[in-house]
Every structure is written in C-alpha cells, then in structure tokens.
C-alpha cells in the first residue's frame, strides 16, 4: 500500500508522454516549415522520450504489478531501458547541436553539416544498444554473465554519471552565454536603441530559453539516480523499492516535460501549434452554425 501512489500517479505523466512527444513527431513530420536540422535532434529526442512514456511505466504496471506476461518482462525491462538510455543520450545529442549554435554561432553553419547531424543522432542510438541492450540480451539469452560488479560498474559511469556531467557543464556555459548576450543586448538598447536588433537578440535568447529549460529539468528528474548510481559505486547499496519508485517517476516526468518545452518555448513548434489551432477552431465553429441553422 506504501507504493500506491506510484502505481496511480506514474498514468499521467505517462499519458503526457505519449501524447506530447506523439504530437510533436506528428507535427515536425507533417509540417515542412519544421524540416529543419535542429528539429532532427528533436524528433530523435522526441522518438525516444515517447518510448519510455509508452513501455516503462506500462510495461512494469502490467507485467510486474499484474503478474501478466510472464515471460516476456525481463525482454520488455530492457526495452525501457534502452528507451531510458536513449532519451539520455539524444539529449546529449541535441545539447552539442544547439551549444554550437548559441556559444559558437559563427562555426555552426560550417560544422553542423547534415551528415554530422545525422552522425550525431546515430551514435546517440547506437551508443545505448551497444553498451546496454545488447548485451542484457545476450545475458538474458544465456550466452553471456554480466553478474561482474566492474561490468556493471563501467555501464553506469559511461551511461549515467558521464552524461549527467556532461550536460551539466553544457547548461552551464549555455546559460552564461545567455546571460552575456542579455547583457550586450541591454547596452546596445540603452546606447543605439535599436529595436531590431534587440529582436535578433530575443531569437538567441528564446533558443537557449528551449535547452536551458529542457536540461535543468533532466538534471532536476535524475539527482536521485545519480545520487543512488554513485552510493552503488561507492558502497555496493541498491536503492529500496520506495527510491526506486520515485525514480521511476522522475524518468516518466522528464520524458513528459520535453514536450511542453517545445510547444511552449520553441518557437517555430509554437507557431505552427498556434496556426493548427486557428485552422481546427473555425471549422468547429462552422459546424455548429450550420446545426444551429
């Protein structure tokens, strides 16, 4: 009973997950004006965070909670994981594209060709199948032991506390070039009074605005994986089943949160949600009418 929060709060920001990175595919996939390449960083992100909405969460409620498929949990487990990892490191993915893009502006367009995006992207999917699920598969195939603590070790520090690290320091320089770009932009005003530029300024600054956003909250959802990763390196403790409902839940708010980021704070996603919107309500409108009459 101590755990039945988890089981009936963990169904929301599941649902959100689902439907909220589903819409953002179904939106940068049908609409031209979002085929752009740092909107592939997105839609990657956006695949992997609607997995986890979709299987972990799921996945453990019906097979482990309700004892349904059997057989088949341990498979569906490291799906989830896999879908976890992946989240993790398209994110990482995304944060090299877009600290290129606000601390190294003038490099991007040179750097950031469409083949290395689509590296990028690759190895954000390849890394996790490699390091993780396939091997949990061959181990769970029975060709495999990966009982050493130094093998699990070894994926955690490269899975987990590496990239933590990583987009910690990346928020950090994203968020002080922010803050020097508001900064030069509030002179310039005061000196120059420009408003155009002050709008060029405001473009930069929303983009950071959308990855600032996105990893604050990715850093804030996993501090209690990170914290029980480094007491199981230090000392070989696993977290209790309570933690571990709690982190469970954290990982599904993350997946749900991206999403509302994008439509809230991305601004040609919120232009085109805006424009979808404006075309469905005269329809709906219409209609009504014409009942009415």
């Known amino acids: 009973m101590a755990a039945s929060w988890f089981f009936i709060a963990s169904w929301f920001p599941s649902a959100v997950a689902i439907f909220g990175n589903g819409l953002i595919i179904f939106m940068i996939i049908s609409k031209t004006s979002l085929h752009t390449l740092p909107n592939g960083f997105v839609i990657s992100l956006a695949l992997a965070d609607f997995a986890v909405g979709l299987i972990y969460f799921p996945i453990y409620f019906f097979c482990g909670k309700l004892a349904f498929c059997e057989n088949s949990f341990g498979y569906g487990y490291d799906l989830a994981v896999l879908a976890i990892y992946s989240s993790v490191t398209n994110l990482c993915a995304m944060s090299v594209d877009r600290y290129i893009a606000i601390v190294k502006p003038l490099r991007y367009v040179a750097w950031m060709s469409s083949r290395r995006a689509a590296l990028l992207v690759a190895l954000a999917w390849i890394i996790p199948l490699a390091l993780d699920f396939f091997p949990a598969l061959c181990a769970r195939l029975g060709k495999c032991n990966l009982t050493n603590k130094a093998l699990i070790s070894s994926k955690m520090i490269l899975l987990e506390i590496v990239p933590c690290l990583f987009l910690l320091i990346i928020t950090i ?7 020097k770009h508001w900064w030069q932009n509030a002179r310039l005003r005061a000196q120059l009074r420009i408003p155009l530029a002050y709008r060029r300024r ?46 469970t839940f954290l990982i599904i708010v993350n997946s749900a949160a991206n999403p509302i980021a994008y439509a809230m704070f991305k601004r040609d996603i919120r232009k085109e949600l805006r424009s979808f919107c404006r075309h469905s309500r005269p329809a709906d409108v219409t209609q009504h009418a014409g009942t009415a009459v």
């Open 202 to 247: 405001y473009r930069e600054i929303s983009t950071a605005m959308v990855i600032i956003i996105v990893l604050v909250v990715f850093l804030a959802c996993y501090c209690v994986e990170l914290y029980s990763v480094v007491r199981f390196l230090l000392n070989a403790s696993t977290p209790t089943l309570e933690v571990f409902h709690v982190i």
């Open 173 to 179: 320089q994203i968020m002080l070039t922010a803050r």
